[in-house]
């Protein structure tokens, strides 16, 4: 499952798309709105009659579809623009309609509500007041014929007027913000929800998996124990034979059968203890997957860091067969690979790629800790893998170049 602030930035993208289109609709309007006027259905109270008003507000409804739906344009910085030009075409709608668009003022506020950003919710409210305050002096002062200013003039304006305004806006983009903290939690607790589902349902998953595992360990204890001490009998016995023979080559008989007997019986035992092993010992692909997924989730749930997993390269090959012992080296390589990179790198986010590549198995874990000026010193963890993987006929590398890197690739036929 992807990181909260990378599904906000997925719901921003497509948001950015529709307040794009919303300020079309929104100079749809307006254009409605002159051409009431014209008809004489609709009549606009305004000294701002000149054609660089109007045009002024058209660039700035238009520029933030140019800006998404023409350039295609995806940065952080994208939004910003977009609410800026809704802001600004508010107060020029205000000096070209004057009174009757001040409502238009509420608009960029409701609509920087979905885009469930705080900072980007008081940039708007910022710049809605001084806008506001702006297109009071210019719509009802500077505009104004000097017959028809107040004779208190620019006190009357903003002090009596614009002030009072802007305290109404604000009481609405208080309560527009505490709304969007609320949606914002229930979404933050949806996310939460649905993740440690995912946690739930992986562990069961791979639950089958750690039973074999402990499986193969009861087995091989049951073998230890019980065949070893069978064996040590066996071979007891068979010296006192040796020793009675002499004496005694009947009772010496009897011992060394009774010892051959024991160790049938254990012959016994270690084959079907191989068969059980060997039955257990096979796994697949689909198995790695939910494993590696497993590792990535409980270490983010367990320490302040993020790993943006690729395994997709993988479900091509789910069904291959691959040893649990492979399975689980691999689960390990991951860990010490996480652990190390917080441990003495301080990294915060890793990238793993996961998937199968000319007939072998390829892991690459990067990360963005500080890595080391000169040549890399492998730890007892880093020795262990790179023995492992060229016993098995793979290859272990490790680059610093940019971050820490570590990869390791598995031949499929050794599986």
């Given at each position: 499952?992807?990181?909260?602030?990378?599904?906000?930035w997925?719901n921003?993208?497509k948001?950015?798309?529709?307040?794009a289109?919303?300020?079309?609709?929104?100079l749809?309007?307006?254009a409605?709105?002159?051409?009431?006027?014209?008809?004489?259905?609709?009549t606009?109270?305004?000294?701002a009659t000149?054609?660089?008003?109007?045009?002024?507000?058209?660039?700035?409804?238009?520029?933030?579809?140019?800006l998404?739906?023409?350039?295609g344009?995806?940065?952080?910085?994208?939004?910003?623009v977009?609410?800026?030009?809704?802001?600004?075409?508010?107060?020029?709608?205000?000096?070209?309609?004057?009174?009757?668009a001040?409502?238009?003022?509420?608009f960029?506020?409701?609509?920087?509500?979905?885009?469930?950003?705080?900072?980007?919710?008081?940039y708007?409210c910022?710049?809605?007041?001084?806008?506001?305050?702006?297109?009071y002096?210019?719509a009802?002062?500077?505009?104004?014929?000097?017959?028809?200013?107040?004779?208190?003039?620019?006190?009357?304006?903003?002090?009596d007027?614009?002030?009072?305004?802007?305290i109404?806006?604000?009481?609405?983009?208080?309560?527009?913000?505490?709304?969007n903290?609320?949606t914002?939690?229930?979404?933050?607790?949806?996310?939460?929800?649905?993740?440690?589902n995912?946690?739930?349902?992986?562990?069961?998953?791979?639950?089958?998996?750690?039973?074999?595992?402990?499986?193969?360990?009861?087995?091989?204890?049951?073998i230890?124990?019980?065949?070893?001490?069978?064996?040590?009998?066996?071979i007891?016995?068979?010296?006192?034979?040796k020793?009675?023979?002499?004496?005694?080559?009947?009772a010496?008989?009897?011992?060394?059968d009774?010892?051959?007997?024991?160790?049938r019986?254990?012959?016994?035992i270690?084959?079907?203890?191989v068969?059980?092993?060997?039955d257990?010992?096979?796994?697949?692909?689909?198995?790695?997957?939910?494993?590696?997924?497993l590792?990535c989730?409980?270490?983010?749930?367990?320490?302040?860091?993020?790993?943006?997993?690729?395994?997709?390269?993988?479900?091509?090959?789910?069904?291959m067969?691959?040893?649990?012992?492979?399975?689980?080296f691999?689960?390990?390589?991951?860990?010490?690979?996480?652990?190390?990179?917080?441990?003495?790198g301080?990294?915060?986010?890793?990238?793993?790629?996961a998937?199968?590549?000319?007939?072998?198995?390829?892991?690459?874990?990067?990360?963005?800790?500080?890595?080391?000026?000169?040549?890399?010193?492998?730890?007892?963890?880093?020795?262990?893998?790179r023995?492992?993987?060229?016993k098995?006929?793979?290859?272990?590398?490790?680059?610093?170049?940019?971050?820490?890197?570590?990869?390791?690739?598995?031949?499929?036929?050794?599986?």
């Open positions: 499952m992807e990181r909260f602030e990378d599904l906000l997925k921003e993208v948001i950015n798309q529709s307040t289109m919303i300020c079309i609709w929104e749809a309007i307006i409605a709105i002159y051409a009431m006027d014209v008809f004489g259905l609709f606009v109270y305004s000294y000149e054609l660089y008003w109007k045009v002024g507000l058209v660039l700035l409804l238009c520029l933030p579809a140019v998404v739906k023409l350039i344009a995806k940065g952080r910085w994208v939004k910003y977009i609410m800026s030009c809704s802001v600004l075409a508010s107060g020029l709608s205000y000096v070209i309609f004057n009174a009757q001040l409502l238009l003022f509420a960029p506020t409701a609509l920087v509500t979905i885009f469930y950003n705080r900072a980007l919710s008081f708007t910022a710049l809605s007041v001084l806008v506001l305050l702006g297109s002096l210019v009802s002062y500077l505009l104004l014929p000097p017959m028809f200013r107040n004779r208190y003039g620019f006190h009357y304006v903003i002090v007027t614009a002030i009072p305004q802007a109404y806006y604000l009481c609405f983009a208080v309560l527009a913000q505490v709304l903290r609320q914002l939690g229930v979404i933050r607790q949806f996310y939460d929800t649905s993740r440690k995912e946690m739930l349902s992986l562990e069961k998953e791979t639950a089958e998996f750690r039973g074999r595992m402990q499986e193969r360990e009861r087995i091989s204890r049951d230890h124990n019980s065949v070893g001490h069978t064996i040590t009998a066996a007891f016995a068979l010296e006192a034979a020793m009675q023979r002499p004496k005694e080559p009947e010496a008989d009897e011992k060394t009774r010892a051959i007997a024991r160790m019986e254990s012959m016994e270690i084959r079907n203890s068969r059980m092993m060997n257990q010992n096979v796994m697949d692909v689909q198995e790695l997957e939910k494993l590696l997924t590792c989730r409980q270490a983010e749930q367990d320490s302040d860091v993020y790993i943006d997993a690729d395994l997709s390269a993988l479900n091509s090959y789910a069904e067969p691959m040893s649990s012992e492979r399975i689980s691999l689960y390990g390589m991951v860990q010490e690979c996480v652990t190390n990179g917080m441990k003495h301080g990294a915060r986010h890793f990238r793993m790629k998937g199968v590549e000319e007939g072998a198995v390829t892991i690459e874990v990067w990360n963005d800790g500080n890595a080391p000026s000169d040549k890399p010193q492998e730890g007892f963890g880093l020795q262990h893998l023995s492992y993987a060229e098995a006929g793979g290859t272990f590398r490790i680059n610093s170049a940019d971050g820490f890197s570590v990869g390791i690739s598995l031949p499929a036929e050794n599986l």
